[in-house]
């Protein structure tokens, strides 16, 4: 379970990283059009965008090097991991949808 977990952290920093010089890489962001696309302010979307997905992925790597320590069973980790990506997806998608449009 570890090596699942170990996978899953490193995806999420490794797109949090990719995601801070493609924005087209977030959804819904490539499918706008070019005059859409001048009201936001991508340079805020994303830095927060890069900043949810990279701290998601730091805890999801903490809770399961820990819970891994603490000899805890795989289906608990399991949920525990998946309880973290999902919150930090949820507050990914908050966040970003309080953003301002550029004047």
């Known amino acids: 379970m570890i090596y699942g977990n170990l996978t899953t952290a490193i ?6 990283l990719i995601v801070k010089n493609n924005p087209d890489l977030i959804a ?9 696309k001048e009201k936001i302010d991508t340079n805020k979307l994303t830095h927060i965008t890069c900043k949810y997905l990279v701290l998601t992925g730091i805890s999801v790597l903490m809770a399961g090097v820990v819970l891994y320590f ?12 998946c309880g ?17 449009l550029k004047n």
Do not use: A, C, M
Request: aromatic share 6%.
């Open 70 to 81: 603490l000899k805890v069973s795989e289906k608990t980790q399991l949920y525990l991991v």
């Open 28 to 36: 819904g962001y490539n499918t706008l059009s070019e005059k859409e």
């Open 84 to 100: 973290i990506v999902i919150l930090g997806v949820v507050l990914l998608i908050i966040q970003t949808n309080r953003l301002n």
């Open 11 to 16: 995806i999420l920093i490794f797109s949090g």
